[in-house]
């Protein structure tokens, strides 16, 4: 990767992320207006923010520009009134559906959405667009999915390609789309990985808490459990295509709260089992140097002879400013949240062959975990993998070259070695 310095970024970029850590901590309130900023940027930078899912949070920074233009005025207040009717229109869905579920015996706990949501300064700033469920029992699958049939819930199943990660699509009566899900994340090529998450996450009902979420109970996972789903979520994203500003600003608000330090430690223990204690670096270096992530106490975090600190020890060591730097560029890249790009492909651990083949084999027992258990069928299955990929390539990303998606993959996968190395 090429060392980047703040000066990479573009102004609309920097400037976005100057408003996200004053709307996070509460500094845009005391900001007056502002004259200082020209209506071209800030129509970029709106635009921009939309991409990224950051619109709402904003906001009320946003319309503190005396030149914001009349029609962008007009987009921000009408998109923001949209969203937040649409968070409340989920929440309450969600809460209907769960409370269903739970009537009918279902354990079930809440996922992303108004679980973090309610640790933002304004809870519907942040965007949801669908339901996520988990469920604590895997074999409760089948009850569920009879128990929305029989209130009025339409099963979707056109356009699902997701067999690495099993859930059950659903259209709630009210037309929402609701993720009913028996794993957190993919599983990875790593299945001492993957046996550990899920055991992780086995939970009993009891374990979960019962959050006010905007004045209604929902179950929701402690907060050690949480923290280690939002990073895991940040892990299976990037290695997809990316993921936007709205992961980090989650980030942000999480830990700008005082998290008791015996869970920090249950937390650190799963990151350290996992792997995962450069991309915790990294995540967290990017969201205090950018994003208002607080590292003065008044969160759970300090900053200590250059590194991060909670109440009983080290939390993360400050990750080099170079590999925060394209880290960052990376997340402002990615596809689905920010500038669109056809070339963007997944990330892989390592940029030698071996690697390829390994992802390669592993998409192959995703898409096919009977078939492939037969050594007689690979070969047939790797070509059918394959066609697959290119079809994808052509159709899906725009008609890019298969030379452009393996650069983009070998660009991204050298930025993952780096996240995921031994050592900073």
């Known amino acids: 990767m090429g060392k980047k310095r703040i000066t990479d970024f573009e102004e609309k970029e920097s400037l976005l992320l100057e408003m996200i850590s004053d709307s996070l901590t509460l500094k845009s309130e005391e900001i007056g207006n502002t004259e200082n900023t020209n ?7 709106t635009e921009f923010a939309a991409h990224q899912s950051v619109l709402p949070i904003i906001y009320h920074r946003l319309l503190k520009e005396k030149n914001l233009a009349a029609e962008d005025r007009e987009y921000l207040e009408m998109m923001v009134q949209e969203k937040a009717a649409k968070f409340y229109q ?12 739970r009537k009918n015996g279902v354990s079930v706990a809440l996922l992303k959405g108004a679980s973090v949501a309610c640790f933002y300064p304004v809870p519907e700033s942040r965007k949801s667009s669908d339901i996520d469920l988990f469920l604590l029992r895997s074999e409760d699958v089948s009850a569920a999915c009879q128990i929305f049939e029989a209130n009025g819930y339409r099963q979707i199943t056109e356009g699902q390609t997701e067999h690495a990660n ?8 009210d037309r929402h789309l609701l993720e009913l899900h028996t794993m957190l994340v993919k599983p990875t090529e790593d299945r001492n990985f993957n046996e550990y998450v899920a055991k992780r996450f086995a939970l009993s009902g009891d374990a979960l808490l019962e959050k006010n979420v905007l004045g209604f109970s929902l179950p929701v996972f402690p907060d050690d459990c949480l923290a280690f789903h939002l990073l895991l979520h940040m892990r299976m994203d990037f290695f997809a295509s990316g993921f936007g500003l709205k992961l980090l ?48 106490g008044s969160g759970t975090l300090v900053e200590k002879d250059g590194d991060y600190f909670y109440e009983n020890g080290l939390f993360c060591k400050k990750a080099e400013e170079n590999l925060v730097h394209d880290f960052l560029q990376d997340v402002f890249d ?10 963007r492909m997944m990330a892989l651990q390592d940029t030698g062959i071996l690697s390829y083949i390994r992802s390669f084999h592993h998409l192959t027992k995703l898409y096919f975990p009977k078939a492939s258990r037969w050594v ?29 998606v393996i650069s983009s993959t070998k660009k991204r996968s050298e930025l993952a070695k780096q996240l995921f190395s031994k050592t900073l």
């Open 39 to 45: 209506s071209s940027l800030l129509h970029g930078l």
């Open 90 to 101: 989920i929440l309450f869905n969600a809460r209907s559906s769960i409370e269903l579920l």
């Open 166 to 173: 099993p859930h059950e699509l659903w259209g709630t009566p």
């Open 249 to 296: 600003c989650d980030w942000v608000v999480f830990w700008n709260r005082k998290v008791e330090p015996a869970l920090v430690e249950n937390f650190l223990r799963d990151v350290e089992k996992c792997g995962m204690k450069n991309f915790l670096s990294v995540i967290t270096s990017v969201c205090i140097s950018y994003l208002g992530l607080s590292a003065d």
């Open 334 to 343: 990615a596809e689905r949240h920010g500038k669109p790009g056809g070339d």
């Open 376 to 404: 007689v069928t690979l070969p047939f299955l790797y070509i059918f993998v394959f066609v697959r990929f290119l079809y994808n390539n052509h159709k899906i990303r725009g008609g890019q070259s298969v030379s452009a």
